[in-house]
């Protein structure tokens, strides 16, 4: 793909739905549940809806400019807005925390396709929900099964990337989105009506302050911006190939939106199904895969077609949200090798690729045969997933900050905030308050909290 063509990221539409593409997936649907079981509910979901909005919403505006103005890959954005400086080392650092999550993404990516699967062969009738943790424990602690399709995921997303982003993915977004999103909507209908769904209903909504600690700010932190596609430079790379008149404050708003409310959906699926059928909320990053298939089976096992159409079609979806994902952050990495270091681009995704598949071999295997080589007692799946979302995505995010508020000229600020003054913008003040102190500030909170300084 030349620049030309990426520059092509079409219509307004267009530039929203692969952002939200980008934004909505795993993070979503399975990793935003299970981190809210792990700290506790309501109150963390409300932590969480503070973080999105005064971190996760001016940053994205901020990654947004920053990659616009520039029109180049992460790093080469600070390379031509701050030249000579070590700002670039801001955006070499978001290209390694994209190839260490995708690593780890598409692990589990390649776990929805195994479900398509049992989902089509109707595996999942007549299990207990004992007999679905068991066998969701076998598969993927299986030296095999969840490996090939990572691989086989990965070569999707390499396929896509050399073939070009706008055409497929564009168009594909805007069927897929709206299915994936009155699915969720009948699931979570499904889901709170079943028998004892209301204790999960109350775990969602009743918020428990009791349980508050630094590591519940860490982990709403981490998620905002895990789901947000923030800190890394992922939608920095997007902005680069955005239109002059696409409103950067407005897409923001409108990405921020859908994504937060793919995660409530998502909880309102999972909670209710989870406490309906005694599985514990801090199960961990196997609960969506356990108290899915549960509510397929409860609420539509004597529909069996139903159940079997309906379960297919979800994890299909959830397939292409991920996929929407992982293309985001493969891209980022690839356009990093392709213009820094003049590869070709089909070089390029051909390295990203292997070295992914490299990466996510060994966190596969590192849930079964090497579960027990650990690093600060955490096998290496975790590993990955601690160290990026909840240190070097909000580190990327807090420099993110200071380089807008602080080091780059307000006029280029404002020029692309506003379109060179053809929007009126009220937040302007507002946004740059906070991208100079609440945000710089309110990260280094969090991380000198949990680093026991407050203890
Ligand atoms: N936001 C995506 C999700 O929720 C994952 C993702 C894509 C991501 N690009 C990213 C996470 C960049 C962090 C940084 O599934």
Known sequence: ???????????????????????????????????????????????????????GIPIMIAEFLIGRRSRANTAGAYQKLAPGTHWRWVGRMGVLAGF????????????????????????????????????????????????????????????????????????????MMPMLFILLVVLAICSVSLPGASAGIEFLLKPDFSKVDGNVFLG??????????????????????????????????????????????????????????????????????????????????????????????????????ALTSTISLHEVVTAY???????????????????????????????????NYTIFGLNLFDLFDFVTAKIMLPLGGFFISIFTGWYLDKKIVWEEVSNNGTLNIHIYRLLIFILKYIAPIGIGLIFINELGFFK
Not at 21 to 48: D, Q
Not at 151 to 161: D, G, K, R, S, W
């Open 1 to 55: 793909m030349t620049r030309n063509e990426r520059a092509n990221f079409g219509s307004k539409l267009g530039v929203i739905l692969a952002s939200a593409g980008s934004a909505v997936g795993l993070g979503n649907i399975w990793r935003f549940p299970f981190e809210t079981g792990n700290h506790g509910g309501a109150a963390f979901i409300l932590i969480y809806l503070v973080c999105v909005l005064i971190l």
């Open 337 to 371: 090798l392709h213009e820094e270091f003049k590869f070709t681009r089909g070089k390029a995704a051909k390295l990203v690729t292997a070295g992914c598949i490299v990466l996510g071999v060994l966190c596969s295997l590192s849930l079964g045969v090497g579960k």
């Open 100 to 175: 260490l999550i995708l690593g780890y993404y598409s692990v589990v990516a390649g776990w929805t396709l195994e479900f398509i699967g049992e989902a089509a062969t109707n595996s999942f009738a007549g299990k207990s929900a004992a007999e679905f943790i068991a066998s969701f424990n076998g598969f993927v602690s299986n030296p095999w099964y969840p490996v090939i399709w990572l691989v086989v995921f990965l070569l999707a997303t390499h396929f896509i990337i050399i073939k070009g982003v706008e055409k497929g993915i564009e168009k594909s977004a805007k069927i």
């Open 220 to 321: 709403a932190m981490g998620q905002a911006f895990f789901s947000l596609s923030l800190g890394m430079g992922c939608l920095c790379t997007y902005a680069s190939y955005f239109r002059n008149d696409t409103n950067l404050p407005k897409t923001a708003l409108n990405v921020a939106g859908i994504d937060t409310l793919v995660a409530i959906l998502a909880g309102f699926i999972i909670f209710p199904a989870a406490f309906s059928v005694g599985i514990q909320p801090d199960a961990g990053p196997s609960l969506l895969f356990i108290t899915l298939p549960n509510v397929f089976q409860q609420a539509f096992g004597n529909i069996p077609w139903l159940a079997i159409a309906l379960s297919i079609m979800f994890y299909v979806l959830l397939a292409l949200a």
